[in-house]
């Protein structure tokens, strides 16, 4: 007679059920009952217990707080994290024949996309270029000159380019010049924090 093994909690090879075993208490899992007739004429009658519980997924992984979080795929080679430091802003055409490639300034901000932030002085007046590639340059000035510093992150870079290049460059034949102005985050100098900031798209030098 050939036997049948199946992995299961009993199997019972009998012409009828000799014995049936108690379901388990575990609400976790349920009793699943299989029968089916061998070549011999006998039947079987398989038990066996199944998991019900949910499967859950795997916690997600934690947000990047800094520079020195491990998991933070959005993170530049420094380790910043992608950063918004200003609010809305103005815009201003002044794109002209000899204005920089609205494809250099896109280029400035794929290159910023993976984080940072620049922190500028805002007691002289002057005006700071941030970044710059091929005709393109970005470059900021305090306006109100509160005294301290002011600060302003990647992200308001790239919006910024991405908007003027939208506005204004199809008009001028793939070319963009811009200026505009802003209220950046900063240090704690007269009047509060909120430094106002114009900032420009011009030729580099």
Known sequence: ???TILSTVAL??????????????D??????????SLDSGLNYTGYFTADTRPILAPP???ACEGPTCPDCPDCGPDGQPPYSACGPSTFEDTTSSTSPLASDCLVIAKNVRL????NVESVTGNQHQLVQFGTCAFGV???DKKGGFFEIGNLD???IINDSVNKFAE????????AGETDCHGSLAAGGDRHKVKWGIYHTK
């Open 157 to 159: 870079i790239i919006d």
């Open 115 to 118: 984080g940072g932030k620049w």
């Open 171 to 178: 008009s001028h034949g793939g070319k963009v010049n811009a």
């Open 141 to 143: 000035e305090p306006k």
């Open 1 to 3: 007679m050939r036997t």
């Open 12 to 25: 019972l090879l009998t012409p009828g059920l000799l014995a049936k075993p108690t379901p388990p208490s």
């Open 60 to 62: 997600p992984a934690p």
């Open 27 to 36: 609400q976790s899992s349920s009793l699943i009952i299989t029968t089916a």
